[in-house]
């Protein structure tokens, strides 16, 4: 094909698959490399030539380092391919000119952490961040090596040819070549996408493995199952509201949710949301703050960040960036589409592959069956390059199962308990009369759940800004109507942490001065020590979990995220209760005697996150709650 031997000619070139496209798009051109995604050039130069495409970002997960969080730096670059050539090639054309050659392995080949002490790994995650308090979840990665014997662009194009014949589902199937290196894999998740200012992202969560069903109706009984499991829900809930906070610092009216969907794959079957927002940002700084996905790193993102720092043995590479392709829209505006770097072989020149793989680890995570999943992660890339069997779940079958009666009302179940506020359209919502014009100052514990706050507080027609605990000083609220002392990871008893020392200190002035204010999380752990209640570990860790509560009068699901917790006796005769100092009250749980929420004179703690998707009714929750401190100010 005179096209594709056009395209390999090129110092760097790339094939792409679009979900669910007829065509191949085939990119060709010079790379090069930046320090920032600032220094990439935006242009229209493809454009103006008749091309639709400006160039292709391959984006490394150390990139991270521009946000300012934790990074293992191993050296790979960020770099751009620049479109000098594009072409649609139809896919079933390309397959008939794709080669198709043996692929084979020399030498060991496997994954560089061995099964049973990835199993350890998770116990101890487990047990040692997510249950002290460090994130709600956290994904962890193992990386399999192998060697591909004489290895070259026509190899790369056979292990192209058979993701193409063989994997379903994909968002990308692609093979970019770098000069120095090929990517081939076939991602199933879009991380950010921007198209007419219209923003989406594709938050992907819970895996259920096809591989060893052979009876269909055995497979349906455990897809419902799966569906089912209070773990695999939440684990879902938890990335799409990790996911939220960066599109609320994306768009200015917020995000909103749609779904969930199954999103079947050749290996698996995967639960998953569409967002949807509008923005006028550039689309470089969009990208930036989007780094990186919640699916592939965690919540807290920036603390989820250190923890792979810490845990994982290397940097990794591009595994859990993305690629980001940059062009214009009929219009000229800058378009960009940007799917994750999953389920994708990174293999030298010479031959050296490396597959990554993480699992989401969660409070109810079996070490097992983590091991499992990373396995089953990237077995559709090394069942491509021959490393593993292939799959022998009929595809007309899965696509069929998806489409199943049991499993769409299953599926759709899950929104009943969610929020109402981010399945809506917010960006026409009337101001609350006595809110509106306030002035709100948020303080950060390194949770961006702050995002979704401010985004709240703006339909309420208030004004917002942040401010990081570390920079806290004296004065600093004065000129807020308002402070809300915000969520974030860490263990509030720690006295020598600097973090829980700004936020002591903050509370102690808000305190002091009689400024109104709404605790959050740990804010309101921080405001609970401050009242002299005791600070303890909860005996079930609340990482990511909806319980129902007793506030405002009436009952209400709402959504924790919590490790620690102050408390009080649930029984008023015991004589050594922690006593509340006058003026103040709190409402616990009638059994553990763990304390929601704590109402004084001038000021509010919740142990809940209103902002969240798991609080049904956080949008009210939360206008309420505001209303009742400035108007007891005003008393």
């Known amino acids: 094909m005179r096209q594709l031997t056009a395209l390999t000619s090129y110092p760097a070139f790339a094939l792409i698959r679009f979900h669910g496209a007829p065509t191949v798009t085939l990119l060709g051109g010079r790379r090069r490399d930046h320090e920032q995604l600032s220094d990439v050039p935006l242009d229209a130069g493809a454009t103006a030539a008749g091309r639709r495409f400006d160039r292709l970002l ?14 293992h730096e191993d050296g790979t670059p960020l770099s751009s391919i620049e479109v000098d050539f594009q072409a649609e090639v139809p896919t079933g054309e390309l397959l008939t000119e794709l080669p198709n050659e043996p692929v084979q392995p020399v030498g060991p080949a496997g994954f560089d952490v061995a099964d049973d002490e990835y199993a350890a790994l998770v116990g101890r995650i487990i047990t040692d961040e997510i249950g002290a308090g460090e994130g709600a979840n956290l994904v962890i990665a193992r990386n399999y090596h192998a060697t591909i014997a004489d290895w070259d ?83 879902l809930f938890m990335v799409v509201d990790e996911e939220l906070k960066m599109m609320c610092s994306i768009c200015g009216e917020g995000g909103q949710i749609l779904g969930p969907y199954l999103k079947p794959m050749t290996h698996l079957i995967h639960t998953e949301y569409l967002l949807a927002g509008r923005s006028t940002l550039d689309v470089r700084e969009m990208l930036r703050s989007s780094m990186f996905a919640a699916t592939v790193t965690g919540s807290p993102v920036e603390n989820a960040c250190r923890l792979i720092r810490q845990y994982e043995r290397r940097g990794r590479g591009y595994y859990g960036a993305m690629l980001a392709l940059l062009g214009r829209d009929a219009g000229g505006a800058a378009t960009v589409d940007a799917p994750i770097l999953l389920r994708t072989a990174d293999v030298s020149t010479t031959g050296e592959l490396r597959v990554t793989a993480g699992a989401t680890l969660v409070r109810d995570s079996d070490p097992a069956s983590e091991v499992a999943e990373t396995a089953a992660k990237a077995g559709g890339i090394l069942t491509a390059l021959g490393l593993v069997p292939a799959s022998q779940a009929p595809a007309d079958e899965i696509a069929e199962l998806a489409r199943d009666e049991d499993v769409l009302i299953s599926l759709g179940a899950r929104n009943q308990r969610l929020s109402r506020f981010w399945f809506h359209d917010q960006s026409g919502a009337a101001p609350a009369p006595h809110l509106a014009g306030k002035h709100v100052v948020v303080l950060d514990g390194e949770d961006d759940f702050v995002t979704m706050l401010r985004h709240m507080l703006g339909v309420m027609g208030m004004t917002s800004e942040t401010l990081r605990h570390h920079d806290y000083s004296a004065g600093a609220f004065d000129a807020a109507d308002l402070v809300i002392v915000g969520p974030g990871p860490g263990d509030p008893r720690d006295c020598d942490d600097l973090k829980i020392k700004a936020v002591r200190a903050a509370v102690d002035d808000l305190l002091d001065a009689g400024t109104p204010f709404l605790a959050v999380c740990l804010g309101h752990q921080v405001l609970c020590a401050a009242l002299g209640l005791p600070l303890v570990v909860k005996d079930i860790v609340f990482q990511g979990t909806q319980t129902r509560i007793d506030i405002l009068g009436r009952q209400e699901n709402v959504g924790f995220y919590n490790t620690f917790v102050a408390r009080v006796s649930p029984s008023p005769q015991i004589p050594d209760e922690p006593r509340v100092p006058p003026g103040v ?42 209303l009742e401190v400035l108007t007891s100010r005003a008393g």
């Not at 490394?60 to 300012?68: C, T």
């Not at 076939?186 to 007419?196: F, I, K």
Request: hydrophobic share 40%; glycine share 8%.
């Open 58 to 71: 391959c984006v490394p997960y150390a990139q991270i380092r521009e946000r300012g969080f934790d990074v």
């Open 153 to 235: 662009v026509r190899k790369a194009l056979t292990v192209f040819r058979r993701l193409l014949e063989r994997e379903r589902g994909a968002y990308w199937t692609f093979l970019v070549f770098t000069g120095d290196r090929y990517l081939v894999g076939a991602s199933p998740e879009r991380h950010l996408s921007v198209h007419g200012g219209d923003v989406r992202m594709n938050p992907i969560s819970g895996t259920f493995r096809l591989t060893g069903i052979a009876d269909p109706a055995e497979r349906k009984r455990r897809l419902l199952e799966f569906l089912a499991d209070e773990k695999e829900i939440y684990e």
């Open 585 to 626: 009250t709190v409402s616990a749980d009638p059994a553990t005697g763990d304390v929601h929420h704590v109402v004084g004179p001038h000021y509010r703690g919740i142990q809940f996150h209103a902002e969240s998707i798991l609080t049904e009714n956080g949008f009210d929750v939360l206008e309420e709650l505001l």
